[in-house]
């Protein structure tokens, strides 16, 4: 595979062809905030908090599903790339109810970290609380729509890795839900394996495992990328 | 079949036309009005006075002046009738034998019908669109023929890019462009998709041309499959569009038995199937990548570009996607040559548009007009202005992802750069007038609302920020809006449109900055005092910021 | 320079983030060096004095008084702090909200599990009557600065207070910035 020699933020690095921007700048040791990206597992462009800037061009672009080319010029920091990623997080707060303090995932969220790590220190629009449900019907996992970003990630690692499709999307715009089978609740579910892959994927409180209460629950990434490592490099335990 | 076929049938249908045709519209507006019940008392009438020889009375495509329907025309002596009512139907059959009726006359002169230059439309009010005989008499299919038999595919691709045909979905991309791309590409399979799915509000151009002359658009994709290699078509169409699916299902069948579709197109090595898929009326699935996943049978949702369809499409297939009206206007086009379509219209933006006139206008109604036509001309001359004397204030283009340009603007000619410039769009056609009555901040709400609640709810800006926007206009329009809040939409108005991940986020703030930049006092006067506004402004702190 | 005049108010919020602030034990004295606390549950004024220069605001807008008291403070303040989550966020204090109105609440809180008399609360004038949706802090009035936590630790309300006093505008980042 062809190498590619691109700049980021001033430095240049190399990558090889195919290659997204934002996998290149981890390599490099370059962090671009990302929500919906999860390693193992492909990209949608959903989340817009890993949008860069590409010199010539006034379009900003998601570094997760954007390739990088020969000569490309990136930056990833600039002050109103910080603004917009302020404002994404302001609103996916506004948008559901996320009460870190008597949260399971506190200390351990990404979408917590990331408004620590990106200077969100309040949010500037009107809260929308809305009525939402928890389902508890689950033997084993717990999903609490409160806390969900609508990320997808769960219903990418249930569809690509597991392969069990349980989980899905339902609706559109504010009203969308992450669903189990046809609506279901997720005990009802006959496809769900029961994995836990989801809970893990889920990079915030949505999903949890039954049990665990404020701050217990940390989500184990590192499965995920095991299996996933394994099935692509045909590591397979005999 | 061949061209001697082809023509025998066209003799045929010219040979058997009756000394009188009474046409009526059952396009979906006149059928709104009773226009159905209107055709079958006039078969009613025609057969009691026995005229069955001499009379055809004709169910035809959509006859323009749709605020008058039901419309009917008789020729000769050519005389239009508005506001037909079943019971008018034996005194308007009885004009044929001298006799007079008190229905109310349109003006076939009138600048409405006169300033029209039909393309698109050319066959629409004329023609019976659910007989294959019928188009082909009005020279249909002829350029399928030509093309097959004497083009190369890249000819054809060339004739479009000459006759600088941009397309019609919203964007303006040119035409002749994305077919090469396709063209050039050294797939073994590729698509070809009809994106019919037009959801904006009031538009209704595309189901027109849909439902009155159906296979003007199956002709356009296929010269555009033979173009670019494609063997198998899709129409995305709208279930809200149940006529128009039927009259395609139709022309689909009737073409097939022709041998017009299917293997061995005109009896050439070229095969093309086509296919209607229905979609569940959701505004987001016109986007052209959305529109693919719905066609595979996934959740309607756009992914990001690139890839772009014309590289990767439809199953991961080169695949080019046209809007109907642009489709329309290539049989036009490969018939009469790229010079004479490249004649009409101005430098940057050449042939026609279909627009659907609506709002506080006289006369509304679909309209086609050569592009560089000023608005002016548009809604004053051919749409009669605002009914009782009232002044027009906007006119508003591109739907919820277009804006509203001021009266003092009206000389602006309707082409793609001029409405860019305005803060506005071409878009696919809808053109709707306002007057003084017309409150912009809540014409910007209503378009904020429709695109919070089409919102696919793929990516946080769109998804969470038009539920902002929104709540700010509803806020404004309440007078509790401040001037902070004022800003805050101004903040959000920026975010969205650079941050969004398809075109549906991209333009949801187009309503509010046009009106903001054009009708800005109309939002400053709603604003409300701070309720908390200190007598003097808070000191800061000694040496704070 | 005059001593800072400092004020504390507790809106609708558990105590929390004053508990917090008293974790600041001997900093306290420090503080007390050079300002004053002229309002709050710890001192016993009823009025809230003109020309405060720091008030520090724990809890939600809950309830028609505070909205009142809100707007008076403002008045009177040169720096308004959202003091912990609940005034960040509304938090637990807004965790009501989605039921959309007070009388949900009232009604779980007083007539069903009372099973003598039920009866709503009812004293105008001495009972303020709840807002149907609790309010963060700014969504009632401007603030200037935001300091959250649940309760924020004593190091971060000192790290805060010390740019503060210094004349600097006060810049949590990192860790200091965590909700929850
Ligand atoms: C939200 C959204 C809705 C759209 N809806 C339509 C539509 O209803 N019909 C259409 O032809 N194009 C629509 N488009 C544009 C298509 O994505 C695409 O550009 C178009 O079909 C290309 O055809 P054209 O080049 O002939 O215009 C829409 C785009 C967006 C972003
Ligand atoms: S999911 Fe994360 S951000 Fe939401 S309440 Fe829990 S800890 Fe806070
Ligand atoms: S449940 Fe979790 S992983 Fe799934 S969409 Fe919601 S936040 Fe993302
Ligand atoms: S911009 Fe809107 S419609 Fe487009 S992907 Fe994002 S949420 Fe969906
Ligand atoms: S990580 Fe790239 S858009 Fe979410």
């Known amino acids: 595979m062809a190498a590619k020699v691109f700049t980021i933020d001033g430095q240049e690095i190399s990558a090889t062809e195919g290659q997204s921007v934002l996998e290149a700048a981890h390599e490099a040791g370059i962090r671009i905030p990302t929500l919906c990206h999860l390693e193992g597992v492909m990209d949608v462009g959903a989340c817009r908090l890993c949008l860069v800037e590409i010199a010539g061009s006034n379009k900003l672009v998601p570094a997760c599903t954007t390739q990088v080319a020969d000569g490309m010029v990136v930056a990833t920091t600039s ?155 045909k590591q397979w335990i005999v | 079949m061949v061209l001697a076929e082809l023509i025998a049938i066209k003799e045929r249908e010219l040979a058997a036309r009756k000394p009188v045709v009474i046409t009526c519209c059952l396009a979906a507006g006149c059928l709104s009005s009773a226009g159905q019940a209107v055709k079958e008392a006039l078969d009613q009438a025609v057969k009691t006075a026995s005229l069955d020889a001499e009379v055809e009375v004709r169910g035809v495509g959509c006859m323009r002046l749709c605020c008058e329907g039901p419309l009917v025309f008789i020729d000769p002596p050519g005389t239009l009738y508005q506001q037909v009512k079943p019971e008018d139907a034996a005194s308007l059959v009885g004009t044929v034998r001298g006799g007079t009726t008190h229905v109310a006359r349109g003006e076939p002169n009138h600048p409405f019908f006169a300033r029209q230059m039909s393309i698109v439309l050319e066959n629409s009010g004329f023609m019976d669109p659910e007989r294959i005989e019928a188009y ?20 054809v691709v060339s004739e479009i890019t000459r006759s600088g045909l941009r397309g019609r979905g919203g964007a303006g991309y040119p035409t002749g462009l994305k077919w090469s791309t396709v063209a050039k590409t050294s797939s073994a399979k590729k698509y070809v998709i009809c994106n019919a799915d037009e959801g904006d509000p009031g538009a209704f151009m595309d189901r027109s041309v849909l439902e009155s002359d159906p296979h003007r658009v199956l002709e356009g994709m296929i010269i555009a499959a033979y173009a670019v290699g494609a063997d198998q078509g899709y129409i995305y169409v709208r279930a809200e569009y149940p006529l128009a699916i039927s009259r395609l299902q139709t022309a689909i069948r009737q073409a097939k038995q022709l041998g017009l579709l299917g293997s061995g197109v005109f009896e050439s090595p070229f095969n093309f199937n086509l296919d209607i898929r229905i979609g569940a009326g959701a505004f987001v699935c016109g986007e052209e990548t959305a529109l693919m996943a719905s066609v595979e049978g996934r959740r309607g949702q756009p992914r990001p570009r690139p890839p772009f369809p014309a590289e990767s499409g439809l199953f991961g297939q080169p695949t080019l996607i046209n809007n109907v009206e642009t489709f329309a206007c290539v049989p036009p086009i490969l018939r009469r040559g790229a010079e004479w379509f490249a004649a009409i219209g101005t430098e940057r933006s050449k042939g026609t548009k279909v627009f659907a006139l609506a709002g506080k206008v006289k006369h509304t109604g679909l309209i086609e007009v050569p592009m560089g036509m000023t608005l002016r001309e548009i809604v004053q001359d051919m749409g009669g202005g605002v009914p009782d004397g009232g002044q027009i204030k906007a006119v508003q283009t591109g739907g919820p992802s277009g804006g509203c340009i001021p009266a003092a603007h009206l000389d602006t000619p309707v082409d793609y750069e001029s409405l860019g410039r305005l803060g506005s769009i071409m878009g696919s056609g809808g053109m709707i007038v306002m007057d003084q009555q017309d409150n912009m901040v809540d014409v910007a709400r209503f378009f904020m609302e429709f695109c919070k609640d089409e919102s696919c709810g793929k990516c946080v800006p769109c998804r969470a920020g038009t539920v902002q926007m929104h709540a700010l206009l509803c806020r ?70 | 320079m005059d ?100 009388a949900p609440v009232l009604e779980r809180a007083y007539l069903d599990p009372a099973n003598l008399r039920p009866a709503l609360p009812h004293e105008p004038g001495v009972v303020p009557p709840l807002l149907d949706r609790v309010l963060p802090l700014q969504e009632a009035v401007p603030v200037d600065f935001f300091l959250p936590g649940c309760p924020p630790p004593a190091d971060r309300i000192k790290a805060f207070l010390q740019e503060l006093l210094a004349g600097k505008a006060p810049h949590l980042t990192g860790a200091n910035l965590r909700f929850g």
């Open chain 1, 79 to 233: 002050e109103r790339l910080q603004r917009y990623r302020r404002l994404l997080l302001e609103l996916l707060f506004a948008e559901r109810n996320h009460v870190c303090a008597v949260c399971v995932s506190n200390g351990h969220c990404e979408l917590q970290s990331l408004a620590m790590h990106l200077g969100m220190d309040h949010v500037s629009f009107p809260y929308t609380f809305p009525k939402l449900e928890v389902d508890l019907t689950h033997r084993l996992f717990g999903m609490d729509h409160n806390r969900c970003v609508l990320c997808g990630r769960c219903v990418r690692v249930c569809w690509y890795v597991e392969g069990a499709a349980t989980k899905n999307f339902s609706g559109r715009g504010a009203s969308s839900r992450i669903i189990s089978d046809l609506n279901q609740p997720w005990g009802e579910s006959r496809t769900c394996t029961a994995c836990g892959k989801c809970v893990h994927a889920c990079p915030t409180g949505a999903l949890f495992e039954k049990g665990t209460t404020v701050g217990e629950m940390q989500k184990d990434r590192g499965k995920l990328e095991y299996i996933v490592t394994a099935r692509e490099k």
């Open chain 2, 136 to 155: 082909i008499a009005r020279d249909g299919y002829l350029a399928v023929r030509n093309v097959l038999r004497e083009m190369t595919p890249a000819e």
């Open chain 2, 476 to 545: 404004l329009l309440a007078r509790q809006a401040t001037a902070r809040d004022l800003a805050k939409l101004e903040e959000l108005c920026d975010l969205v449109r650079n941050t969004s991940l398809c075109g549906l986020g991209i333009t949801a703030p187009n309503p509010v900055l046009s009106t903001l930049r054009f009708f800005r006092q109309e939002y400053l006067d709603l604003l409300a005092p701070e309720p908390w506004k200190p007598a003097t402004p808070p000191a800061p702190l000694p040496g704070l910021g």
């Open chain 3, 3 to 102: 001593r800072l005049k400092i004020a504390t108010v507790w809106l609708g919020g558990c105590s929390g983030c004053h508990m917090s602030l008293l974790d600041l034990d001997e900093w306290l004295f420090e503080l007390a060096k050079v300002a004053d606390v002229v309002y709050g549950p710890l001192v016993d004024t009823k009025e809230y004095p003109a020309a405060v220069d720091v008030c520090l605001v724990e809890g939600a807008v809950a309830n028609t008084e505070h909205v009142e008291l809100m707007h008076q403070i403002r008045q009177r303040t040169r720096v308004l702090v959202a003091f912990g989550d609940c005034a960040v966020t509304g938090n637990v204090t807004a965790l009501r909200n989605p039921l959309g109105s007070a």
